[in-house]
């Protein structure tokens, strides 16, 4: 399973990277995200980890796997016959300040159907939660909202 989705926001990608890393306010942005408790502390980065609650999911160990700063956040889950892999990137835009953020969800491994067809949809509708979380955020302090 593979689910990507995209949205235009106001803030240039280094104010949208710091949405992507602040993970313990994540909760704040979007209903997908019941809480997320770090495991380490300081600057996320790669090998960080943190225990994530999601709405109708069970709590899942999350650990980042990549990281290029003012670009992407890389961080994946297992469970027994798959690995669950959340992709948050952001490029600038083009013709202005603003930006494009991509969440993508991978599930991959034996039992990758599965999971699929027992909660596919559910974190669809989290990714999509979670994208316009990220977009209303950096909507709202993007330069010219003030």
């Not at 990281?67 to 798959?82: M, Q």
Request: proline residues 10%; aromatic residues 6%.
């Amino acid at each position: 399973m593979e689910y990507r989705v995209s949205a235009a926001a106001g803030a240039p990608p280094a104010q949208v990277f710091r949405s992507f890393i602040d993970v313990e306010r994540w909760p704040e942005l979007s209903p997908s995200t019941r809480s997320i408790r770090r495991l380490d502390s300081g600057p996320i980065r790669v090998g960080s980890a943190a225990i994530v609650r999601q709405p109708g999911l069970p709590a899942a160990r999350w650990r980042v796997t990549e990281l290029e700063p003012d670009r992407s956040f890389v961080w994946e889950t297992k469970g027994p016959g798959y690995t669950t892999v959340g992709d948050h990137r952001v490029t600038p835009d083009s013709d202005g300040p603003g930006s494009t953020i991509t969440i993508t969800l991978r599930v991959h491994g034996p039992l990758a159907p599965v999971i699929d067809a027992l909660m596919g949809r559910l974190a669809r509708r989290h990714v999509d939660q979670e994208l316009e979380g990220f977009r209303a955020a950096a909507d709202a302090a993007a330069p010219s909202a003030g």
